[in-house]
């Protein structure tokens, strides 16, 4: 603990940041440099060697035929041809699991959530197991299974209603679930507080903030992903492979043509990776959205079918994926000699999807490199040959989710006939009975249905 109150002295009196050994991140062509902050950072970022766990090397988990079959190349070149490779990979089991259905879907989102989960609390568990203090872990672990206990419970609430009126152990659970939700994570909290060390009051605090923040970005994100899935499971495609397809323009646009340093906590990464990865993401979002925008079984909101016990996925194409015909301004009428073009509306949504995704959606990368420069760690974990981390390949992927869940709730979503009868079941049946019965005498007074004198005749 007495290194721990050297912190605001640690910055002031250290040495030159730039001096430090460099270590190679994720970004650009994969061999970024990590630096300790420059220019008094240290201050602000407390970069006492307290705070800051002695991690060891990453290990290299390439396949050994990979490294005997690119020996002789470069570290560069042999780094491209890794990457590459495995990014082909990668590419294909997406869409194979895509084939798979929802259901796998959602599972493989929660499988990356977990892992998630754990790279980021292992690095704070290194901090936390050198002071020999109870329970952190263990807590980590126990509040994970709470959120997702509260927000898996929300989306059977939501979306399976059916299968919740049939079940009736279900229906208690959806009736109580927020309590039960708020009593678990209650006593996860008085365990917390009992497990509070003297000494130690300040380390723990500090990694149950850990927690806390790892949850939010990692749990709740996660969470955003599963429910754009439920609004049709384009919306759960186009974004993720708009920011796969702006990863790699970005780092193919830097490899080849990068002169322009874009930023110092990535100095790989260029202002012409930056630009070219922009322009082919858009290019490439706005022809995506026109192949999937063809088919019911992208378009269509996931439904559960209680009748199968599957997720079905047919319905008639809302008007955001009905070819439309648009009049083209006076300036592209005169440079493409069109008067009009015909789009899927959904295509003029790619562009603000892929907008985003080249020019904000980076930043999280950024901010994956600040936070793993203030624990002078060069990835996340070494699950992935020449990547890192799963947490450093859905670091921008988060970000992209919560902005995709703001713009359908913002732009997209109207009312969801489905989801409102999916509510409609769980209710008692003389609940259903006089929501009927208001309905109805709503649609007798605006003439859509007869008046009651001849529902008797009929």
Request: hydrophobic letters at 45%; charged letters at 15%.
């Amino acid at each position: 603990m007495t290194e721990l109150r050297k912190r605001g002295a640690g910055g002031a009196g250290g040495g030159d940041p730039d001096s430090t050994e460099n270590i190679s991140d994720k970004e650009a062509d994969g061999e970024d440099r990590l630096g300790l902050p420059s220019e008094g950072e240290g201050d602000l970022e407390g970069d006492s060697k307290a705070d800051t766990p002695d991690v060891p090397p990453s290990s290299d988990s390439t396949p050994q035929c990979l490294n005997k079959a690119l020996e002789g190349l470069s570290s560069r070149w042999k780094n491209w041809w890794i990457r590459g490779i495995l990014s082909v990979t990668m590419i294909i089991g997406f869409f194979l699991i895509i084939y798979l259905g929802p259901l796998m879907l959602i599972f493989v989102v929660m499988s990356i959530q977990i892992k998630c989960f754990q790279e980021i609390i292992t690095i704070g568990y290194r901090v936390y197991h050198s002071y020999e203090l109870p329970w952190f872990r263990t807590l980590s672990w126990y509040f994970l299974i709470c959120v997702n206990y509260f927000f898996y419970g929300e989306t059977v609430a939501d979306y399976f209603g059916a299968l919740v009126q049939r079940e009736e152990p279900l229906q208690f659970l959806v009736r109580y679930h927020r309590f039960i939700s708020f009593a678990l994570y209650l006593a996860g909290f008085c365990m917390f507080v009992l497990s509070l060390v003297k000494k130690h009051y300040r380390l723990q605090f500090y990694m149950f903030a850990w927690t806390h923040v790892t949850l939010l970005i990692v749990v709740t994100q996660s969470h955003l992903v599963i429910q754009n899935l439920f609004e049709g499971m384009i919306w759960f495609i186009v974004p993720i492979s708009i920011v796969i397809c702006n990863d790699i323009m970005a780092y193919l646009f830097g490899f080849f043509f990068g002169r322009t340093p874009l930023i110092k906590l990535s100095p790989k990464k260029t202002w012409e990776g930056f630009i070219g990865g922009f322009f082919s993401t858009v290019v490439f979002g706005f022809i995506f959205a026109y192949l999937l925008s063809q088919y019911q079984y992208f378009v269509c909101p996931v439904e559960y079918n209680s009748e199968t016990n599957r997720f079905a996925v047919g319905c008639e194409p809302s008007d955001l994926f009905v070819m439309q015909e648009y009049t083209l301004p006076a300036v592209a009428q005169n440079i493409l000699r069109w008067k009009t073009v015909n789009l899927y509306p959904f295509q003029i949504h790619s562009i603000a999807l892929s907008t985003f995704g080249s020019l904000i959606g980076p930043f999280g990368g950024f901010f994956a490199s600040g936070f793993k420069r203030a624990f002078k760690i060069k990835d996340f974990a070494d699950t992935i040959p020449g990547h890192g981390g799963i947490m450093d390949r859905f670091d921008c992927q988060y970000l992209m989710a919560t902005f995709v869940h703001v713009y359908i709730a913002s732009f997209i979503r109207g009312p969801n006939p489905s989801k409102v009868l999916q509510q409609l079941l769980v209710l008692q049946p003389e609940q259903q009975l006089s929501i009927f019965n208001t309905l109805r005498n709503h649609l007798r007074e605006k003439g859509m249905l007869p008046p009651l004198f001849l529902w008797k005749i009929i």
